[in-house]
């Protein structure tokens, strides 16, 4: 089984580790790194994750690395992450997915 990230997912690493950057590159990096290394388990344990309440859907799950959700979609050969967001925010729409 493969990782892909998706354009959204990267673009949204970045934003975090910019925004926790903003007091601490130290800080951005660790969390940057936890979020990669909770991604990459997922590889072994793709259905580990519990469905995303807002899709209820069996490919779309997502696991918290908290204060993080990382949502991502299942496939045969793959994992596709979609979207890491923060914990406290509404989940806008998914590129890719139509809309909760």
Do not use: C
């Amino acid at each position: 089984m493969k990782l892909r990230w998706m354009p959204q997912a990267r673009a949204d690493l970045q934003a975090i580790y910019d925004y926790i950057a903003e007091d601490s590159p130290q800080n951005a990096a660790r969390m940057i790194e936890r979020l990669l290394d909770r991604a990459e388990r997922m590889v072994d344990f793709p259905q580990s994750g519990r469905k995303v309440p807002e899709y209820q859907r069996e490919d779309i799950r997502e696991v918290i690395e908290s204060p993080y959700r990382i949502i991502y979609r299942t496939l045969p050969d793959r994992i596709d992450v979609l979207t890491v967001m923060h914990s406290a925010r509404l989940l806008r729409a998914v590129p890719g997915l139509k809309a909760p």
